[in-house]
């Protein structure tokens, strides 16, 4: 089955629950490291709730390998379905679930003042050439964490609170770009090794931080 067809599958499960559930329901928004989310908590017992959602982030910044400099995007446009434990039968709560969909960082090469790209430690003319890498991150990406909402178990109707902290696990393949005229002055040991350098910087993240608050409504 198709990650898109999954997240949709997800997402009419939270839905048909929220429609026949006497229990009340959520509708949040929040902000943090996976950008703007969008979702629905659904409490379905004394202790546990569900929930699906949409993230989207477009996020750009600069950054150094040990030679090379580069523009970093990160990007997310993932669904999250998750379930949510509620020990205290109260706000706080456990929660295992996944991001399904795209996640990836580009790096596109900047050149120095004095129009040259670095490339493993040695310096190349940066004129009419590129170079780039893309660094994709897996399509379903497992996370636990802990948070608390206003919700659905509390059984109370109006503005509620909603905060998130917790990690997602993502496995990066990269793949790099580099244009003919650059490559047949770096040479290929050159370029693997700039290549092994942006994977390593790619793998300090596949351990993703989720950190994350806003507003809900519960109904």
Partial sequence: MKKSSIAMLGAAVVLALASASSMAAD????YGTTGLR???DQGVGPFVSVRGEFNTMNYSSDFSTNSGNYTGTVK???????ADFHPFAGAFRLTA???????SITADGKASNNGTYTINGHSYSASGQSISATANYSSIEPYVGLGFSGVPLLG????????DLGVVYAKPSLTMNVSSGLAAQAG?????AEQQQLQTKADEYKYYPVISAGLG???
């Fill in 97 to 103: 679930g996944a991001l399904i969909g795209d996640h």
């Fill in 27 to 30: 509708a949040y928004a929040a």
């Fill in 217 to 219: 409504y519960a109904f």
């Fill in 76 to 82: 997310f446009d993932t669904a999250g379905l998750y």
């Fill in 188 to 192: 290929q040991a050159n370029i693997s």
């Fill in 38 to 40: 969008l979702g629905l």
């Fill in 156 to 163: 109370t109707r109006g503005l509620t609170f909603f905060a």
